[in-house]
């Protein structure tokens, strides 16, 4: 044997225990226990920092422990596989570093919390969902207590080895906010431990659970108050099936995964123009221009590489109550076709129009255009006519339009007002003997035969026309309008939709009513909602929840009928509810039930699968009223609107 095939021959064996390291060989997993407390602190902490150093050396992942916040980064949470929040305490992390571990999240890591980890950043509803729930109180006189636990879930393996019934002694926490989505692992009975006077739960409730959150996975435990808990076997073995279970498969979590969203320092603000005229909407002609345009009629291009910007157009639009040019979307082959679409309040007749005009260079074609649509609004009062323009990757066009409803002088009921007269009323204190059909949002938003309230999906046609897309709201004409993909909405101002999943979303300014009773939603809500599939959202007798808004007519409006239910916009029977809540309006020319669609939306085609609700996320200011925020009467539809309901 010659000394090249001696190399060669000693070489093999090394290069294939390189190739199973490489392409085989999973890393020990990394789990980092985080104990930082900016409130109270448990004496059990230490205890538990290491026992849960014994399982790990014990069951083969290795286990680093801190109180530095300043390890949530990108770089040193990647050699971790799951973060353990070991009885943590208020606000332990600053802005960034929230960001941080949400990513890390959203990357496949998973997340342990024990104990008083469920009393920790409650400002931050991203945790709260993670969590599963936050504290609220314990027994006290004495805090530590037997008490009696039952398993939910036999299956998991923080669980399958425990003894039902199985008691212990701890402190029982109570919670709020409890995510509906986590699958419950244990339960506890609270009869076991309560005295009478402490008012215990007739049934047992969740202690423990799990889910999988954001791209992750989180496991949480109630239990572990006490020093002697880090001692006791059945414990330590629920504990290392959680911390096991959130490792998951051990593979490095990956910050390049799509459901990870971007770095904060990848983001630049760049001011490319200002001192701007009500600016509204704005798309990309090509990767150096954007096409921009304000209310007033100016239509605007800003050139990227010269950084200026001009004005190539000014189009003649009405502009009171709060219309004018109000949207702009550049065709999906606008390189080959030049077409953009604008939608803009005619400047005589009483119509907002989706009209595609040819745009050459900077010169608009005025002759060119073809008007795709015209909505009939009513011009005696403001508000709300919406007037966003959106493509899907289908090559559909999303349309939205308000409600074109004063809301102003409802008393903070929703606005209806079926008041009748001989002519139009002139402001909000003409009442007499007058058409209050301005303040009454059931001509529009509830109406299966009326655009306005709605959000628009169509497909235009190289001739100026459209067609209906597979699966919007209506299939028979004679029951709505086919263009309605999503109708019930107040004020839909501005749409985007997600090119990864084919989500529809939208903005909306929500109602602001200052009234008491006990059928009104009375936050002043702005809104940001979510839709994979057409809907409706119940307005105006609903607020885009399921959650109600007051339908009563308001002090001003007794002259309406009596109210009996709710509707009209449902996507289902109607169940019996107070008597705030109404029945469908002699101004709609629609039916009283929106059905329910056939088809998902082709805007979601290629979306990953979703059950079909609607996310939506609130912003409310402190209220003013001593009166309650929330209500206690059920007078929404059972709607597969808002946040509402599955299909």
């Known amino acids: 044997m010659n000394k090249k095939t001696l190399l060669l021959s000693s070489l093999v064996p090394l290069l294939l225990v390189g190739a199973y390291f490489l392409f085989f060989h999973t890393p020990t997993p990394r789990v980092l226990v985080f104990s930082k407390t900016e409130g109270y602190r448990h004496a059990s902490i230490e205890p538990g920092i290491e026992a849960i150093r014994r399982l790990g050396a014990e069951h083969g992942f290795e286990v680093e422990a801190t ?22 305490t208020g606000d332990i992390l600053d802005d960034a570093q929230q960001i941080a571990f949400a990513r890390f999240i959203q990357a496949g890591g998973g997340f342990v919390g024990i104990h008083a980890a469920s009393d920790t950043e409650y400002g931050w509803p991203w945790y709260g969902r993670l969590i599963g729930g936050y504290f609220t109180s314990h027994p006290g006189n004495p805090n530590v207590r037997e008490g009696t636990l039952h398993v939910a879930d036999a299956s998991h393996p923080s669980t399958e080895h425990l003894p039902d019934p199985w008691v212990r002694t701890d402190e029982w926490y109570d919670f709020r906010d409890r995510n509906p989505d986590v699958h419950v692992l244990l339960n506890i009975d609270e009869t076991t431990y309560k005295r009478a006077d402490e008012h215990p739960a007739p049934a047992p409730r969740p202690i423990a659970w799990y889910h999988e959150f954001d791209g992750g996975r989180a496991w949480y435990t ?6 002697e808990s880090f001692a006791e076997p059945l414990f330590l073995e629920h504990l290392l099936g959680g911390i096991e279970w959130a490792i998951g498969d051990g593979k490095p979590v990956d910050f390049g995964a799509e459901t990870v969203m971007p770095e904060e320092n990848r983001f630049t603000k760049t001011v490319m123009d200002q001192n701007l005229n009500e600016p509204m909407e704005l798309d990309f002609l090509d990767p150096d221009r954007i096409i921009f345009v304000e209310r007033k009629g100016a239509i605007k291009i800003h050139d990227l590489q010269a950084g200026r910007t001009e004005t190539i157009a000014t189009l003649d639009v009405f502009t009171g ?12 082959n606008y390189a080959e076709n030049h077409w953009i679409y604008l939608s803009y309040s005619h400047p005589v007749d009483s119509l907002i129009n989706l009209s595609r005009f040819v745009l050459e260079g900077n010169v608009l074609d005025r002759a060119s255009e073809k008007v795709l649509l015209s909505v009939p609004v009513q011009r005696h009062q403001c508000c709300h006519v919406g007037g966003s323009v959106e493509f899907d990757g289908q090559g559909n066009l999303f349309f939205s339009i308000g409600d074109n409803t004063n809301p102003f002088a409802s008393d903070g009921y929703a606005p209806i007002d079926e008041r009748q007269g001989p002519r139009v009323c002139k402001d909000n204190d003409d009442t007499r003997n007058c058409n209050r059909s301005p303040w009454d949002a059931q001509k529009s938003s509830a109406n299966t035969q009326d655009l306005r309230g709605k959000i628009l999906r169509i497909t235009p046609q190289p001739d100026g026309t459209y067609t209906i897309p597979e699966g919007n709201l209506f299939s028979d004409p004679a029951e709505g309008r086919p263009e309605i993909y999503v109708m019930g909405n107040r004020n839909p101002f501005r749409l985007a939709i997600d090119r990864h999943t084919g989500y529809l979303y939208w903005g909306r300014s929500g109602r602001m009513p200052g009234m008491t009773t006990r059928c009104a939603d009375r936050k002043a809500t702005t809104r940001s909602t979510r839709r994979a599939r057409p809907a409706s959202s119940a ?3 609903s607020s885009g929840t399921t959650s109600p808004t007051a339908t009563t007519t308001s002090p001003r409006a007794r002259a309406a009928r009596p109210s009996t239910r709710c509707g009209p916009s449902t996507t289902r029977p109607t169940t019996p509810a107070p008597a705030c809540c109404r029945p469908p309006s002699r101004r709609s020319s629609g039916i009283p039930t929106a059905p329910r669609p056939s088809f998902r939306s082709s805007a979601a085609a290629a979306a990953t699968p979703w059950p079909g609700l609607s996310t939506t996320t609130t912003t409310t200011p402190p209220l003013t009223s001593n009166s309650p925020a929330t209500t206690t009467a059920s007078c929404s539809s059972t709607t597969g609107s808002g946040t509402g309901l599955p299909w």
């Open 222 to 227: 109630a239990l572990g108050h006490t020093a």
């Open 321 to 332: 109550e709060e219309e004018g040019l109000l949207g702009v979307a550049v065709d999906p």
């Open 67 to 88: 109180e530095d916040a300043a390890l949530f980064n990108q770089r040193d949470l990647a050699r971790f596989n799951a973060v353990v929040f070991l009885s943590t």
């Open 539 to 541: 307005g105006p007798t």
